[in-house]
């Protein structure tokens, strides 16, 4: 069985991989006092950086070894190559992992790190400087975080302005602002949706949302899914999903006939045994990235299930369709849980994973091929935790709670917890905008207004959501994320999902 492509990630937090739980580095905070540097520097701010993923020797689980050295960071600055052995720092021999991981913790940005690396037989000096992580220095010059109202406002208004003539938003990825990427079904139904979140759509956004509708309805295609036929992936589903939600929320009574169609699209897109897939296979219940269902190289997985499962929902699938039961399976299946008290793992902590056999956020240090296990992580608890709801489990459930208290335990705005906030590979702000919309969803579909963060202590999470979006967003009122390792660095698509955010955490 394949072994995740995150698994044992860390980069600062390098020996992170070794304890047993993520609980002191969730927090996004940098690292705490620590020893003085060899060659004190004014430190700037921003997270302290490295850039390597370390995890264990094939031939000595105790030993670190290089995995992977994040592209311009400190590490490849310094000459770090994949497969070196740390054996060494600050002439200290490296024997225990857990050492090394509360060591690593102490460094600050600008100190000067000595270690020594095994090479092909050969001992080799390394020296790095620790850097600043991608994304986490403030800007200089922002402006002053606007009001909650101003920001949708503005939001907006710089979304509505980037439509094309023919209705669509491109899909922008990796280009300046200001210039034009191609028009995308799925950007499309995600600008839709969050013009949709606005407090008065129709009032201000009336010609934008009617003709985003016609670029959609344009892109239906014979049975009923909506995407651009000449696209690689096409992410058919995602694509039809937003665009059952937005259909719903702009007029479900005109638009009922292509609600419908695409809702019998979505139904017969899931992998259920239609395709020859059984309930104990790890897709089942889910649905697939391309427009068909693959046996080979199937791509299914809880972000794009809760998408689904929330189009599905708004558009009123009655309860007794098999949908529902389908999409359970796969949905708890990647929730770190067991019903049976007994039977409950130290990392059955209520927590989400990406699917069944993978997670973003890695796997643990015990984990094995023969028993994999996984970190949970925000987005994946968030989606999980709108999906339960969304299938019907009741809120008392003790899956509900648990993904509750999970949220609540780790809960921080300004990036996605279980995550590392330092790894080479920074999903934890990468995926920000995402995790702010999700989180939103999840939390407010709750109805919980405080979260239990410690013993005695709680945080408004709407606040607390609002205040970090209107801070980031930039004067011209778009948003855009620095890290780009999951497209929201495209404006377009980081708007329209702190758009659908802001709607979701605005005051009641």
């Given amino acids: 069985m394949r072994r995740s492509g995150t698994v044992l990630a860390v980069s600062l937090v390098a020996a992170v991989l070794f304890a047993p739980a993520l609980c002191t580095?969730?927090?996004?905070?940098?690292?705490?006092?620590?020893?003085?540097?060899?060659?004190?520097?004014?430190?700037?701010?921003?997270?302290?950086?490295?850039?390597?993923?370390?995890?264990?020797?094939?031939?000595?689980?105790?030993?670190?070894?290089?995995?992977?050295?994040?592209?311009?960071?400190?590490?490849?600055?310094?000459?770090?190559?994949?497969?070196?052995?740390?054996?060494?720092?600050?002439g200290e021999a490296v024997r225990e992992p857990d050492e090394f991981r509360a060591w690593i913790r102490t460094v600050k940005v600008g100190q000067v790190l000595n270690w020594t690396v095994r090479r092909e037989g050969k001992e080799v000096p390394i020296q790095i400087k620790v850097g600043v992580a991608p994304g986490t220095a403030p800007p200089a010059g922002r402006h002053a975080a606007r009001a909650f109202p101003t920001a949708v406002e503005v939001g907006a208004k710089w979304l509505a302005a980037q439509q094309l003539g023919n209705g669509a938003w491109p899909h922008a990825h990796a280009l300046s602002i200001g210039t034009t990427g191609s028009p995308s079904p799925s950007i499309t139904a995600l600008a839709l949706l969050g013009l949709l979140a606005h407090p008065r759509p129709r009032a201000d956004y009336a010609a934008q949302i009617d003709k985003g509708i016609a670029y959609l309805l344009s892109k239906r295609q014979p049975k009923?899914?909506?995407?651009?036929?000449?696209?690689?992936?096409?992410?058919?589903?995602?694509?039809?999903?937003?665009?059952?939600?937005?259909?719903?929320?702009?007029?479900?009574?005109?638009?009922?006939?292509?609600?419908?169609?695409?809702?019998?699209?979505?139904?017969?897109?899931?992998?259920?045994e239609k395709y020859s897939f059984k309930p104990s296979d790890w897709p089942y219940g889910g649905w697939s990235y391309y427009?068909?269902?693959?046996?080979?190289?199937?791509?299914?997985?809880?972000?794009?299930?809760?998408?689904v499962i929330h189009a599905l929902r708004e558009a009123s699938v009655p309860g007794d369709n098999p949908v529902w039961k389908n999409a359970r399976?796969?949905?708890?299946?990647?929730?770190?849980?067991?019903?049976?008290?007994?039977?409950?793992?130290?990392?059955?902590?209520?927590?989400?994973?990406?699917?069944?056999?993978?997670?973003?956020?890695g796997e643990l240090p015990e984990s094995t091929p023969a028993a994999l296990a996984y970190r949970s992580y925000g987005t994946m608890t968030a989606d999980g935790l709108r999906s339960l709801l969304r299938l019907g489990v009741p809120r008392e459930s003790p899956r509900v709670q648990a993904a509750f208290y999970w949220l609540a335990r780790g809960f921080t705005p300004d990036g996605v917890p279980g995550m590392d906030p330092n790894a080479a590979v920074d999903y934890r702000v990468g995926l920000k905008f995402y995790w702010c919309m999700e989180a939103s969803d999840a939390l407010d579909a709750y109805g919980e207004e405080e979260l239990p963060v410690g013993i005695g202590q709680t945080t408004k999470w709407r606040p607390a959501i609002l205040d970090h979006l209107c801070g980031v967003q930039a004067e011209e009122g778009y948003w855009r994320n620095d890290v780009n390792i999951m497209g929201e660095n495209d404006p377009i698509l980081a708007t329209a999902m702190a758009l659908q955010a802001l709607g979701s955490a605005a005051p009641k």
């Fill in 25 to 90: 580095c969730l927090r996004g905070q940098d690292a705490p006092p620590g020893p003085a540097a060899a060659s004190p520097v004014p430190a700037p701010q921003g997270r302290p950086w490295i850039g390597v993923i370390f995890g264990p020797s094939p031939d000595n689980s105790r030993e670190l070894r290089v995995k992977q050295v994040a592209s311009g960071s400190p590490a490849e600055a310094a000459g770090l190559k994949d497969g070196d052995i740390l054996v060494k720092r600050e």
């Fill in 291 to 307: 427009d068909e269902v693959r046996t080979a190289r199937l791509r299914a997985d809880l972000s794009l299930a809760s998408f």
């Fill in 329 to 361: 399976n796969l949905v708890e299946r990647c929730q770190n849980w067991s019903d049976e008290e007994a039977l409950r793992r130290p990392h059955q902590d209520g927590g989400f994973i990406f699917q069944p056999r993978d997670s973003k956020a």
């Fill in 224 to 272: 009923g899914g909506v995407f651009e036929p000449t696209d690689g992936m096409k992410f058919a589903n995602y694509g039809t999903s937003c665009a059952v939600r937005v259909l719903v929320k702009a007029d479900r009574v005109k638009y009922q006939a292509a609600i419908d169609s695409m809702v019998e699209y979505l139904l017969g897109g899931q992998v259920t």
